[in-house]
């Protein structure tokens, strides 16, 4: 029988964030595992580099274990909510990366259904972000955004590069700096809830394995 997996990602330090970045040092803290109804999944934890050749590297890696769902997590500088991000833009990679590289072309060449689409200037997740927003801002104390602003770095590079593969399973959370406003026990614990609702969705439209 395959594995059940959730794959959770942060990114590790870059310009600003050199000492500790927020997203990892939240995803960190989740549980090894995460129970659904009757089954358990293992969450695997990833740190990556903040480079677009280790992006490249791993978004493969990830999606050949072939999870259940898969959350990117990033850190935002200028936020103090939580924000699930909608979509990624297919252009405007301009920015050099941790390591002072640049992509060779601005504009991302697709690999998965919308590969033949030259006008695709975005990919959107299907997952019902603003129906997780408003149920959690119901049920905890941390405030939930709907956001389309994923930027054009390297956030939004591995949010297009995961939602080329499989839109169905793919989300991207923005999270704020540490302690402004929420603890890193506070934004890990929002990151498992949205979890948890990700999954009642994929179940619902009998998308889990």
């Known amino acids: 029988m395959p594995e059940k997996i959730i794959i959770v990602t942060g990114f590790g330090p ?25 089954d358990t999944y293992q969450i695997r ?7 677009y050749e280790e992006v490249e590297r791993i978004v493969p890696l990830i999606w050949n274990q072939q999870p259940d769902l898969v959350v990117h997590v990033g850190v935002h500088g200028r936020i103090s909510t939580i924000n699930l991000e909608h979509c990624s833009y297919t252009s405007g990679y301009c920015k050099p990366d941790f390591a002072q590289r640049c992509l060779p072309c601005d504009k991302i060449t697709l690999s998965g259904k919308h590969a033949t ?43 297009l590069k995961s939602l080329d593969v499989n839109p169905d399973r793919t989300l991207f959370i923005h999270v704020p700096k540490i302690d402004e406003p ?28």
Request: proline share 2%; aromatic share 10%; with cysteine.
């Open 182 to 209: 929420y603890s890193s026990e506070q934004t890990m614990a929002a990151i498992y809830n949205v979890i948890g609702k990700c999954m009642e969705q994929l179940s619902t439209e009998r998308k889990l394995s």
């Open 45 to 51: 934890k990833y740190k990556i580099p903040v480079t």
């Open 117 to 159: 689409d030259e006008g695709c200037v975005m990919l959107k997740t299907n997952l019902n972000i603003e129906r997780i927003a408003k149920e959690l801002n119901l049920e905890t104390n941390v405030e939930c955004c709907c956001s389309t602003n994923v930027g054009n770095y390297l956030c939004g590079y591995i949010y």
């Open 14 to 38: 870059f310009v600003g964030h050199e000492e500790r970045n927020a997203s990892w040092e939240a995803v960190n803290l989740l549980p090894e595992v995460f129970l659904f109804r009757k």
